[in-house]
């Protein structure tokens, strides 16, 4: 009897202990650094999170202390004009953002955010520090010179190769590491912890936040010495941060939880293509009883949850059709995903075919917001720049748009947040309907700057006018709505679309869901720059320069603005039909994104 009862005591205490060890644990599947399941109190959670927006800061600071004097840099330095230096800038950012989708890929498939952060960090640190020695080797000659005074003198053709390939070092190594770190920061959260499934939400607000933040001291600091000529300055400046950024990186390791990667989702795709295409003569029957499902467990092992059947794209459901034929010789356990794919597989597919109409919408946004780091910062160089003899650097006005996302960050979270969410609407505004507000003050903002433009224009037209002397040029101080304007559409377009993209990827496609984000800034530089170029080839005549000539007071910057928010309004109408046909992502027990009234929802908890 005692014997027994020794024996069920220490069974209870074994069970007790098996449950403990349950509890600490994360609730999403995450894990440490050495591949075991990640427990709650020693890893993620604020630590890191706060780890990763303070490196977040450090690595903007560094970026932007290059991109958002470049455009100067390059009109100055290497001697080009106002419309060959947009069009470069707007390349050059692109660039930055393409690689996003390589830094995607290798870590969703192969690497993981961890490595694919510090990897791409490093290339970051390499391409500023070689930024910084060809600046002052080769470019600053003579001594002095890349001011508004003192024009440097011609390069050879190295010398513009070798800062060429130092910019687009920085562009590889950011555009890599940018659309990892969101995820991985997101990451440090358990979505399946009432508490951090709040605090991973808000996160994303405050990434956004620390970016902003970090670009502060770029834009007005590093913005002023960069413009009175000190680009070695500015540049080493950037190395150093990013240094520090990347350190401070590595510090944080033994904290961080980690998702495996799940794989190549090229491939996963691919079957699903090519098992549809195989039963594409089958017909369907009403209901999802004939289509094929792994068990839960073995459903993770592509890093997802089961993602449930949801209608459209009937074509590709074919893939998932059981054929008796098939689960007879094969089984659950040895199907040939070739042939037959499942559910979740399937609606992966589906997800991001889903994804395309809304991430094409917000291209042309990104056209807007791309303007200033090029034609808002030239718009600004034509005013008047002085404050009792003081100069206001044209790129530090930037600062206004920054200071625009902190205050909106704050109003958005802590007042119109918790009012939508208490009065008018359990969860809150959805991302997809933030994201259409973002338009909207889109295009308020490309009003704004062609209404300033058009009044410079006519103050400038008197200025040079016979009988009309004493007359200043228009303050750069008026150019603060556009900038506020932009800052604010950022808080309701850009932090949308990051939880957008991270909730409605597939388990397996986080940081692809994020490079989808920066993607859409990317293409957006690239179209601006196509259409700087159309309306360059458009406008100029014989006797007109166009409407961006080299000097704004003979061109007709306020139409092109104009011209920005009536495609912007035509973008919004065309956003709105995508989002009202839109189906949101079902994991297996939620519904994500939608609205549901039962839900146990505290708005205090979101911020």
Known sequence: MGRGCLYFWKEDKVEKKMNKEQEVCTLDGTVDRHGHPAVRRKTGSWFAGVLILVNQGLATLAFFGVGVNLVLFLTRVLGQDNADAANNVSKWTGTVYIFSLLGAFLSDSYWGRYKT????????????????????????????????????????????????????????????????????????????????????????????????????????????????????????????????????????????????PGGNPLS????????????????????????????????????????????????????????????????????????????????EVKCILRLLPIWLCTILYSVVFTQMASLFVEQGAAMDTTISNFHIPPASMSSFDILSVAAFIFIYRRVVDPFICRNIKSNGLTELQRMGIGL????????????????????????????????????????????VLIGASEVFMYVGQLEFFNSQAPDGLKSFGSALCMTSISLGNYVSSLLVSIVMKISSRDEMPGWIPGNLNKGHLDRFYFLLAALTAADLVVYILCAKWYKYIKFEGKNIGEDDSNDDWHPELRV
């Not at 001011?147 to 190295?158: A, E, I, T, V």
């Not at 009044?455 to 709505?481: H, M, T, V």
């Open 117 to 260: 952060c510090a990897i791409f960090q490093a290339i970051f640190v390499l391409g500023l520090v070689s930024l910084s020695l060809s600046t002052y080797v080769f470019l600053l000659k003579p001594s002095g010179c890349g001011d508004k005074q003192l024009p440097c003198g011609s390069h050879s053709s190295f010398q513009i190769a070798l800062f060429y390939l130092s910019v687009y070092l920085v562009a590889l190594g950011n555009g890599g590491y940018q659309p990892n770190i969101a995820t991985f920061g997101a990451d440090q959260f358990d979505e399946g912890h009432h508490i951090e499934g709040h605090s991973k939400i808000a996160f994303f607000s405050y990434f956004y936040l620390a970016l902003n933040l970090g670009s502060l001291f770029s834009n007005t600091i590093l913005g002023y010495f960069e413009d009175k000529g000190m680009w070695t300055l500015g540049f080493w400046a950037s190395a150093g941060s990013a240094t520090l950024a990347l350190l401070l990186f590595l510090c944080g390791t033994p904290s961080y939880r980690h998702f495996k």
């Open 268 to 347: 996963r795709f691919c079957q699903v293509l090519v098992a549809a295409i195989r039963n594409w003569k089958i017909k369907m029957t009403p209901g999802e009883e004939d289509l094929f499902e792994v068990k839960e467990k073995e459903c993770s092992k592509n890093g997802g949850r089961k993602i449930l059947h949801t209608e459209g794209f009937k074509f590709l459901d074919k893939a998932a059709i059981i054929i008796s034929k098939e689960v007879n010789q094969m089984g659950e356990d040895t199907y040939n995903p070739w042939k037959i794919c499942t559910v979740t597989q399937v609606e």
């Open 440 to 483: 909207v003050i889109a295009i308020l903002a490309m009003v704004s700057a062609g209404l300033v433009e058009y009044f410079r224009l006519k103050k400038s037209a008197r200025k040079d006018c016979n009988d009309c002397e004493g007359l200043s040029s228009l303050s750069i101080f008026w150019q603060i709505p556009q900038y």
